[in-house]
């Protein structure tokens, strides 16, 4: 075989591999026009008194993630003291702020246990981070568990609209979540 038949070979295989990165490019940039990110922060050091907390027992925090908003939408948790929401006697899902079809969401999926107290009041508190110029958006919302005691563990997941992909990057910085019981149905911390 001669240089110039390998020559060839070789420009024909490069043509080839050029082409397939260039496909691929082109349909990799229409997949990542809409895009989702997740950011770390720089490093924060801080000081103060930490206070030593308890989990609640009938309510655990299973898992926490990023999807997609479920259909049907679900019920919006209320976002009033004296009007809790009564959390369903099976498996529900709900919204911590507006919820649109098809929008990226955060979520988390909480446990009530079989045998949670009856009538009893939690408050929810969600902070949630977003944007490439971090804007801060705090939700809290109230929660009632059933007049009757669950004979079995019941998951809820609970949702926070986070925007349509299709409007560009979504940047989720951080979230945090804090349940606490409250002494009274109307009366929380």
Request: glycine share 8%.
């Amino acid at each position: 075989m001669s240089t110039t038949d390998r020559t060839r070979r070789l420009t024909r295989r490069t043509v080839w591999i050029a082409t397939a990165v260039a496909m691929a490019a082109v349909i990799g940039g229409w997949t990542v026009a809409a895009s989702f990110s997740v950011q770390n922060g720089n490093t924060e050091t801080g000081g103060g008194a930490y206070h030593g907390t308890s989990a609640l027992t009938y309510w655990t925090e299973s898992s926490v993630g990023v999807g997609s908003q479920p259909s049907p939408l679900p019920t919006a948790l209320s976002t009033t003291v004296a009007t809790p929401t009564v959390l369903a006697a099976a498996a529900a899902n709900y919204a911590v702020n507006a919820p649109t079809a098809t929008d990226v969401v955060h979520f988390w999926k909480f446990t009530e246990s079989a045998g949670a107290p009856v009538s009893t009041e939690l408050e929810l508190q969600f902070t949630v981070s977003t944007g490439a110029v971090p804007v801060i958006t705090q939700v809290t919302a109230y929660v009632e568990t059933q007049a009757t005691s669950p004979g079995a563990a019941i998951v809820f997941v609970l949702y926070y609209d986070l925007g349509s992909p299709s409007a560009g990057t979504i940047t989720l910085n951080s979230v945090t979540e804090i349940s606490q019981g409250c002494t009274a149905v109307g009366t929380c911390p």
